[in-house]
């Protein structure tokens, strides 16, 4: 009983090893009093050689191997969802709290390791793997972390100032919090990353995949985010002060910042039109309940769309006015002004419109002159001669041109005019000869051409009243459809009758409210602003 008592003093009186636990930081160990083989220190401020760490790197290897096909399970979940059985085995790599500062991971794979708190800075991650690692709050700065696998990582309150990330995969990865200042990130891809609340100012965002990431309450000042692909991201409450977004991607994008970047960037972006706003504050509310749904200062598309009308960028504004009215129109609205000129972002659009109108009415209108009798044309000369133009009209003189018809066998002339019956539009060879069926093409295409030759005539005068219909209606002294009869050989004018004048009326004045359109546009602003 003495023994055991005794055994216990020397026990409790034994001095401890100071620990990161009782709230002192461990001392910098002297370089000088170190060997060579001692490179790092753990938690509890021992020192260790270098070997020890790679007997937990191999350890850790054992362990990625026995959960391998637990691992492959989680998909887009966080290591943390694994078993407890897996987070709880001793062959998991534990580092956290160690200073490593300086070290070489040069090809390890650290899937799920334990980093939380660690001393990372001027450390070295080429060639490792870092797929779901808990690096909550260490320290990154300096860290070279290009092209590094950081999928699913967590480092909320992560200290990466100055880190280079680039190309770095940090798809999914949670960076709350984290100071990102004067980091590097070009072409990293930070697909579904978690940016909330995290520090950008001054950070390279160059070609960044930014993809479905939120940046709420993110400080982005000073960040280049040149060509950077925000398709599908939530921009809310974060400060985009003097950042460059020239050739910047947005898709559907959720823009509510709490300030503009410079505006001769943003003009310069892709995509303003599908900018939008949220249509409900739940995730606001969600991620912080003690924050107001909607701060007085924060921004939204129209005030983008003010913002760049004042700086001069005319179309830039048309394109972010069109993202705010596609969030606000009505069904009649889409119809009159989305569908004609996207709300004044597409000027063109009319134009098309008109050509194609044209186009199809011209087939309307001989279809109308070659198969029904009430619709004709009159055309009104200077002696005062009136000539009808119906489904076959007559010309003054024969027509001399001739279509070579092989029919039978036997080369036949068929004469092309309106005085002579018109040719058949297909005939079939008879089967007299061997492999007869190999003529049946060419000759079905020589009875299709002639056909068509015949009809040549008629379907011009139809596109001419096509055109003229276009150009009907004019404003004041601007009669375009007089300059295009002025330019004819002889002075006429074309008068429809029948239904072929009440499709002519509709055709004038729709064209004429869409060329209307066009020159609103580019003479005086967008529509609706």
């Not at 350890?59 to 407890?84: A, F, T």
């Not at 505006?263 to 249509?279: C, D, I, P, V």
């Not at 050509?355 to 009798?373: C, D, E, H, N, P």
């Not at 279509?403 to 309106?418: H, L, Q, S, T």
């Amino acid at each position: 009983m003495n023994k055991l008592l005794i055994t216990l003093c020397l026990l409790l009186a034994a001095p401890r090893a100071p620990s990161q636990t009782s709230g002192k930081p461990c001392a910098k160990p002297d370089v000088a009093n170190i060997s060579e083989e001692s490179s790092w220190m753990d938690r509890n401020c021992k020192v260790h050689p270098r070997a020890d760490l790679d007997a937990i790197l191999q350890r850790h290897q054992q362990w990625i191997d026995k959960y391998r096909e637990d691992i492959g399970k989680l998909k887009n979940e966080r290591i943390s969802k694994l078993p407890d059985k897996a987070r709880m085995d001793p062959l998991l790599a534990d580092l956290s709290g160690a200073d490593l500062t300086g070290t070489s991971f040069f090809g390890a794979d650290l899937t799920g390791a334990d980093l939380t708190g660690a001393d990372l800075s001027r450390t070295s991650f080429f060639g490792a793997d870092l797929t779901g690692a808990d690096l909550t709050e260490a320290h990154l700065n300096g860290a070279n972390l290009s092209g590094a696998p950081l999928v699913r990582a967590c480092l909320s309150k992560a200290d990466l100032t100055g880190a280079s990330l680039i190309e770095a995969n940090l798809t999914g990865a949670t960076l709350a919090k984290a100071d990102l200042t004067g980091a590097m990130l070009t072409k990293a891809d930070l697909t579904g990353a978690a940016l909330e609340d995290a520090n950008l100012t001054g950070a390279d965002l160059t070609q960044a995949l930014l993809r479905g990431a939120t940046i709420y309450r993110t400080d982005l000042t000073g960040a280049d985010l040149t060509g950077a692909d925000l398709a599908g991201s939530w921009i809310n409450n974060a400060d985009l002060s003097n950042a460059d977004f020239t050739q910047a991607k947005f898709g559907e994008t959720i823009f509510e910042p709490t300030t503009l970047p410079r505006m001769n960037t943003l003009a310069r972006a892709y995509g303003l039109r599908t900018l939008g706003w949220s249509k409900s504050d739940s995730k606001l509310a969600e991620m912080d309940e003690e924050n107001s749904l909607r701060m007085e200062n924060q921004y939204s598309v129209l005030d983008v769309v003010k913002a760049l009308h004042s700086a001069g960028y005319s179309w830039a504004e048309a394109e972010a006015n069109l993202a705010y009215h596609r969030h606000m129109q009505s069904w009649w609205q889409r119809a009159l002004f989305d569908w004609t000129c996207e709300w004044g972002a597409n000027w063109r659009r009319p134009i098309w419109i008109v050509l194609a109108i044209g186009a199809t009415f011209a087939l309307v209108y001989w279809s109308l002159l070659r198969f029904t009798i009430r619709s004709r044309l009159r055309s009104g000369k200077l002696d005062g001669h009136r000539n009808g133009v119906s489904r076959r009209p007559r010309p003054r003189r024969p027509s001399q041109l001739f279509v070579v018809i092989r029919k039978r066998d036997r080369a036949r002339e068929w004469p092309v005019g309106r005085d002579f019956a018109p040719p058949p539009w297909f005939q079939l060879p008879r089967p007299t000869r061997r492999y007869w069926f190999l003529r049946f093409p060419p000759t079905v295409f020589r009875f299709v051409l002639a056909r068509l030759r015949w009809e040549q005539p008629l379907f011009w005068t139809a596109s001419l009243f096509s055109v003229m219909s276009v150009l009907n209606l004019g404003v004041q002294g601007l009669d375009l459809g007089r300059w295009l009869r002025l330019m004819q050989r002889r002075e006429f004018d074309l008068r429809a009758q029948g239904t072929l004048r009440l499709i002519a009326g509709i055709q004038s004045v729709v064209s004429f409210l869409l060329l209307a359109l066009t020159a609103y546009i580019l003479l005086v602003q967008p529509i609706g602003e």
